[in-house]
């Protein structure tokens, strides 16, 4: 990529590259700019072919020329999109010779949040969940969200729910901030999902009374929990109606349920559980495969 430093301006940027899931992908940053009053930027990348360098060969401008132009063509496709759903929408764009991973994670310095598909063709060649995307997910500066062609916003959604997961850890706090910020923001109710499936009944209790009795003092403490960690966010978003879900069952599975008919599902890269300094957590990249709608991932140096 070239020496020369890109910004995002705190802009909402998304990877560009043709693809179904890009094109799901352009569509909800569309959306989601409107909604949030911010401007985008589209972002590509592209990379001269490996034999090019062999044995000491110089590519001819005209191949950077070429590439350059078919990366061209992708921005203004996507801005063609942009301009289709809003015409009010700022829009930006930058084209970079390197890998996508470094110019998504040098932009992620400065956006707002990433948007990414979670498939990709051409200019953004592998981009598939564990190579590019999950690269981009578990390092970026600010929140990446995955968008696979197969979970984007349609109109039985699009009024759907925000999604977070909250485990009292600090990373589902910041989670919890972003969650209610683009709630707020799209007039949505948010969903706050917490799990505790992870909590163990004392296997020396006999009787099933017993075992009913603990279990329930165990759930009242998990809905105590989780109404204790959404006070403060009650208080700055008072706006925001609030569904709250306390489940006794895996997290993947409570959280895959309650987000059938959200239009974003919004989770810390890692949880409770997790081991320190983890970039993914077991719940984050299975979500990132399996959740019917966008996911948004939220990294604890996340602005």
């Known amino acids: 990529m070239s ?11 998304v990877a560009v590259d043709g693809s179904e899931a890009s094109v799901s992908a352009v569509a909800w940053a569309a959306n989601a700019a409107v909604k949030r009053g911010t401007a985008l930027k589209l972002a590509t990348a592209y990379t001269m072919p490996q034999f090019m360098y062999a044995d000491g060969m110089v590519p001819p401008q005209e191949l950077y020329d070429e590439l350059e132009n078919e990366a061209l063509d992708k ?47 051409g200019g953004l060649s592998g981009l598939v969940l564990g190579s590019v995307s999950s690269a981009v997910v578990a390092h970026s500066h600010c929140p990446v969200v995955v968008v696979r062609k197969d979970s984007d916003v349609t109109n039985d959604t699009k009024y759907g729910p925000v999604v977070v997961g909250v485990d009292g850890s600090e990373i589902s706090r910041k989670a919890m901030e972003y969650a209610f910020r683009e709630a707020d923001a799209r007039k949505a ?7 505790w499936a992870d909590a163990q009944v004392q296997s020396t209790l006999v009787g099933l009374s017993a075992v009913q009795s603990q279990l329930d003092a ?80 939220v990294r604890p140096d996340a602005r």
Not at 3 to 13: E, L
Not at 247 to 261: A, C, F, G, V
Not at 270 to 291: E, N, P, V
Request: aromatic share 4%.
């Open 189 to 195: 109710t948010l969903r706050a999902v917490h799990s």
């Open 3 to 13: 020496d020369k430093k890109v910004t995002a301006d705190n802009a909402i940027v």
């Open 218 to 297: 165990l759930a009242d403490q998990e809905r105590k929990m989780l109404e204790d960690e959404l006070a403060p966010f009650r208080e700055k978003y008072p706006d925001v109606e609030i569904e709250e879900v306390v489940d006794r069952d895996r997290p993947i599975q409570t959280l895959k349920e309650n987000s059938e008919d959200a239009q974003l599902l919004v989770l810390g890269s890692h949880g409770r559980g997790g081991f320190k300094g983890m970039l993914l957590g077991s719940t984050s990249r299975a979500l990132l495969q399996y959740a019917p709608c966008p996911m948004m991932v």
């Open 75 to 121: 921005i203004n496709n996507a801005r063609e999109q942009v301009a289709q759903f809003s015409k009010d929408i700022p829009v930006s764009h930058v084209i970079a010779e390197g890998t996508p991973i470094d110019l998504l994670l040098e932009l992620s310095e400065t956006a707002d949040m990433i948007v990414m598909g979670s498939r990709g063709l």
